[in-house]
Structure formats: structure tokens, C-alpha cells
């Protein structure tokens, strides 16, 4: 069990002489120079962070991180606080969403509490991370104390570990479960990026205007009342973050001290993301974004974080269905250089070397 | 052995019932609603085209259809005509790059040669359908005849009568292998939209500045010295375009009259469609737009489609390479129909639904 900063100590930079033998590989394949788009630049990434060319991502997990959230108490989302708990039950079924597209990349999904408002059986199937029964409304008192924050990252880092150590992952994915974690991820990246909190907010599970206007307004007084540090992660994931949130930002930060590519999903896991980002720098080179969010606050996150989103599909779902369908493509980035011929391999002239 | 006009009299359109069934069906499941983004309509389009909503593409095959083209001799593209025979080879083995996309889709590839300039081997396994051996220089004379566009097209669509015989086809994919084809596909959604041809030019496997100016002046003087009819689309197909785009169009034709679903890859493939759809606007149902080229006249072909691309990898390969990709999506949209529980299946009150 390792604690925050002995992860963020063990982090190591990927191997730099295969990403560059990487990007030399994929000039020299007989296809026109940079054909293969975004791919190319992912596999070289990936090659650099299993030290070889001929990546197998054989185990893939999804850990989707589930917490409640006070805030809801302002009614700033469609679905009531219970619908959390019911999920993490439709997960351990495998019926819901991320349980479909997981089993078509070839994943397992595996649920984690961090901090629902309900008591599982021990016996129940997930990872028991509980650091509290959802958070506190942020819009009167803080989300959470910094013990709490510091808590739910390392319930993060403690569940890569506990993967690795079953020897059974070689790819993360990252999602989440949280009635009102939109409300979380929006003040998350405003705390740290200063933008208009308008700006930022979107609709989440489908909210009116009226609702919407309410949501902006809780937010920006949650972050008027406790004026979260943007330079402090850990003091703006504990007054306006949530308990899956530190999760998120702990899977990351375990991936990366342990040399596993992890991909995130959307708004939510993103705020994770960011949070493991702003903690520890050294993560970036082991995060792939799975998609673009319809949630406008996404795009703030992905430009804050300097990276292109693997897919657009006009996802606004979470639970990790983003990464869910990104792994395919993250599978596809590893064949394409190791099993694609170069011009030399086929004997044909390559007409940009003449 | 089907005539292009028997094909196009036999497409009748996707069952209405089921895409309403599944429209429902989407809309009461256990999640935001149109959370699933653009997997949604596709899913829905797929379960009309099967007529049923547990669809299977269990059997996926993409056909990888060869020309040459006379226009290289204007210096249009940066490769040597001999590549498109070479890269026929590249495929028949296994080592080009939509043979290891294909693969990673679980699909296999089918190579068909329309019009290579090279004279293949009988014994090898591919679609022998030359029409000539590459089409005539469009600068100077018309690219081929009317009778040989017409036997292009049906010899794509006698390339799907054969899958389906040998009972081997649940999707099919289409791409496209030769030397100057982009210039060819470039001229023929010039015509169709009347646009400038500086507009819908890019720069195909690489070319310069000097060069792409080059390919623009031609696929001008092409279009002023034969000017193609765009409410005629074989004539299109005759005066600039090319015997392998002729095939992709009939690949669709003949996917449309089978009820198959068809998704085509980037700038060619989707030259191909675009006549197929001009010529047999009710074929539309069935296509699916693979990816979004990098190529700049590929949007103006999807717009005229009025289809939206399920990826945009910034690729521009060709060869069906963004078919292979988009093919997992297409998977994905048959198990989120099917899979996803409602709400009523797994008893969590819908807030839509209040």
C-alpha cells in the first residue's frame, strides 16, 4: 500500500530511445508519411511506456469509481442521490451501459465505492473504498476535509496496486458513477483554470435552463464561500471536489508509477485526471483522454491538460464508456506499429525518401 | 450475375417498424437520455437494415478495390504508378496497413483489381474485374467510356453478389488502392457541386506546394475540356473518374440491394458512394461514412451525403483503413441496442419519465 507521495516518487519518465525507435518505425512504413493520424503519435507513447515495440495491452480494466454528492441538495441534477447506489448494483450485473462496452473491448469493469450515500454488503463484488457517505454540500460547507482528499486518492492508488498485484492489467480505464459529480467537475476545472463558471457548466444528465442557471449559481458561491487554492490540487479537490473524483485522480497517479497507459473517460474521470495532473506533472505521458464530452466543461479540462481526445462521439454518459470505446483504438495504435511493413520490408520504393 | 439497373431496382428501404422499435428501445434505457451520442441513430439505422434489434455483424469483409489512373502523367501524385500494383501484392500478404486494421476489426480483406495497369497472375487471390488497364489521361481525353463506367459499377456490385453467395457477409467495408485517384475523386465532387476546384483539392499522399497547384490546374482543364454532366453520374464517372471508383460504387449499390449495411472509408471510397447515391438516392439508408478524412474535399462529399463520419482520426491512407476502424463502432452500436438494460429491467425509477 503505497501512500501519495511514495507514487508520485516512483513515477519515471517512459523510455525515450523506443518512442523515438517508434516514430522512426511508422516513417518508414509503406503508407504515406503521417497517414494514420492521431494513431501514430499514441503508439509511439505507448511503445515508450512498455519499453517495446510490440505492445500487447492483453488485460484491460475499467474502474469505475462511484461517490455521492451533498451538492445535490440544490437540485441541480435530474435523478435523485439513490440512483448512484442502484447503478453500482446494475454494474456488478453487468446491464448497464459501460458493462456492454466494456465486454465489447474486451475489459472488465470493475466498480469501486469511494464515497456513495449507502451501505453495500461486504460481500458485494467492488472495491470498498468508502472515505465517507457522499460529501458535504459545497455550496454551504467544504465537500470534504483535506484528510478526506488525501484519502480518496490514495483509495485510488491502492486499487492499481491491488490490480497489478493480482498480475491482472495492462491497460486502465478510468469512469464514474455520481449523481451530481458534474456539479463537482465543473467547479474543478473553474477553480483551476479562473474561466467563467458559465462558461463551464453544462447540462449533465439533461437538466433544463432553469436548472442549469441554478447549477452556475451553486457553483460560483461554493467557489466565492471557500476559495479554493488552484495552485493547492488537493485544497481544490477537497472544498469543491468529491470522494470518486480523488479516486480517479488516484488511479491515474497508480497507472503512472507503475507503467501503465491509463485513459480516461469523460468530464468526471477528467477532473481526476486534472487533479492527478496538477498534483504530479510526471502522470501526462501515461494519459490518453478517451473522448470529447458533449459537457462544455470537457474541452476546458483537455486544452488545460495540452491533449487531443482519442474520439468524438457525442458522448455525455460517464461511467467509463468513453475509455470503454477508446480501447479499441488504443489496441489498434499498437498494431499498426509493430505489424504494419516498412517500405524497405515490401520492397517497395518509398517515393518520400527519393 | 445482376445488371446495375436490376441492383438498383431491387434495393427497397430498411424496416421502418424495427427503427422505431429501437429508437424506443434506446430511449428507455437505464442511462441520460442520448447519452450514447452518435452510436444512437447508427444503432437504430442497423437494427432497420437486419430487421431485428439483436443484430450481429459476425462476418465482416472489406473489399479493397485497385485502378490506375492516366492523370499521373501530369505529375499529379508523389508515388510511381507501378506502387498500385506492388501495394495489390502488399494487401494478398497481409503486411499493408488495412491488412492489420482489418485484422484488429476482425474482418478480412478482399482485394479486387478494376483497372491496374499491370497484368495479374489468374491464380491470384483476388476479384479479377480489370475493365483497362488504368483509365486515360482526364487532361487530355476522357477518363473512360460510358460502357466501361456502367461495367465498373456492375462489376462491384457482382463482387457483392459472390460474398453473399459464398454466404460470407454481415457488413462490408469499402476501400481503395491507386496512384492518382485522390486527383480523380477530387474532379468528381467538382462536378457534382459545382465548387472550386482549389476548394476541394488536397494534397493526396504528400505533395507540395507546386504540385498540388499542378493537380488543381488539371483537374480544371479536365473538367473545362470534357465538362461532365453532374446531373448523369456515369458520365461523371467516365469523363474523371476512375475504374476502381466505378467498383466502390457498385460495392454500395450492390450492398443496398442485398440489405447490407456498407461503410465506406475516406476521400475515394467516398467518391464512389457519392456516385453510387447520385445514381440511386435510396441506397443512402444503408451507408455508413467511416471516418472523416484529412482530405479536404472529403466534407464537401459527406455534406452532400448528408452523413455524418462515426471517426475523425486525421487519417489519409485509403485502403479501407478508417472502414476497419469505424467497423468496432458499428459492433458497438449493435450491443448498446441490444445489451443496455432499460430502466424498467433494472428498477431504477427514470427521471426522465416523471
Same mark, same amino acid.
Given at each position: 500500500m503505497h501512500t501519495l507521495q511514495q507514487s508520485i516518487d516512483a513515477i519515471r519518465p517512459p523510455d525515450a530511445a523506443i518512442h523515438t525507435a517508434a516514430l522512426q518505425r511508422l516513417a518508414d512504413q509503406?503508407?504515406?508519411?503521417?497517414?494514420?493520424g492521431i494513431l501514430e503519435p499514441v503508439s509511439a507513447r505507448l511503445a515508450a511506456i512498455a519499453g517495446t /515495440? *510490440? $505492445? =500487447? /495491452?492483453r488485460n484491460k480494466v475499467i474502474v469505475t469509481c462511484a461517490g455521492d454528492h451533498g451538492v445535490v441538495a440544490e437540485g441541480v441534477s435530474l435523478f435523485p442521490q439513490e440512483v448512484t447506489a442502484q447503478m453500482v448494483y446494475n454494474f456488478v450485473a453487468g446491464g448497464a451501459s459501460v458493462s456492454v462496452l466494456a465486454a465489447h473491448a474486451g475489459a472488465s469493469v470493475r466498480v469501486a *465505492? /469511494? %464515497? $456513495?450515500s449507502y451501505d453495500f454488503d461486504p460481500e458485494l463484488p467492488i472495491f470498498h473504498k468508502k472515505v465517507g457517505k457522499g460529501t458535504a454540500n459545497f455550496a454551504r460547507r467544504?465537500?470534504?476535509?483535506r484528510e478526506q482528499a488525501i484519502r480518496s486518492v490514495e483509495a485510488g492508488i491502492e486499487i492499481v496496486d491491488q490490480l497489478v498485484a493480482e498480475g491482472r492489467v495492462d491497460l486502465l480505464g478510468t469512469g464514474d458513477m455520481g449523481i451530481g459529480n458534474t456539479t463537482a467537475s465543473s467547479a474543478i476545472i473553474a477553480a483551476f483554470s479562473g474561466l467563467e463558471v458559465g462558461k463551464l457548466t453544462g447540462r449533465g444528465t439533461g437538466i433544463d435552463d432553469a436548472a442549469l442557471a441554478r447549477k452556475v449559481g451553486v457553483i460560483e458561491r461554493g467557489l466565492a464561500l471557500?476559495?479554493?487554492?488552484? *495552485?493547492d490540487p488537493l485544497d481544490v479537490l477537497a472544498k469543491v471536489g468529491g470522494f470518486e473524483i480523488g479516486g480517479l485522480a488516484g488511479l491515474v497517479i497508480g497507472a503512472a508509477a507503475h507503467r501503465l497507459p491509463v485513459v480516461c473517460d469523460g468530464l468526471i474521470a477528467t477532473a481526476g485526471a486534472l487533479v492527478a495532473c496538477e498534483l504530479a506533472p510526471q502522470v501526462k505521458p501515461y494519459l490518453f483522454a478517451g473522448h470529447h464530452s458533449v459537457e462544455i466543461g470537457h474541452r476546458h479540462m483537455l486544452e488545460r491538460l495540452g491533449t487531443t481526445p482519442? +474520439? *468524438?462521439?457525442?458522448? =455525455? +454518459? %460517464?461511467?467509463g464508456t468513453g475509455a470503454a470505446m477508446a480501447m479499441h483504438l488504443l489496441d489498434a495504435a499498437t498494431r499498426i506499429l509493430a505489424d504494419i511493413k516498412t517500405f524497405a520490408e515490401v520492397g517497395i520504393a518509398n517515393a518520400q525518401k527519393q
Open positions: 509503406a503508407r504515406p508519411q503521417s497517414s494514420l /515495440l *510490440d $505492445v =500487447r /495491452l *465505492d /469511494l %464515497g $456513495v467544504p465537500a470534504m476535509s471557500h476559495m479554493p487554492n488552484p *495552485d482519442l +474520439l *468524438d462521439l457525442q458522448f =455525455r +454518459l %460517464g461511467e
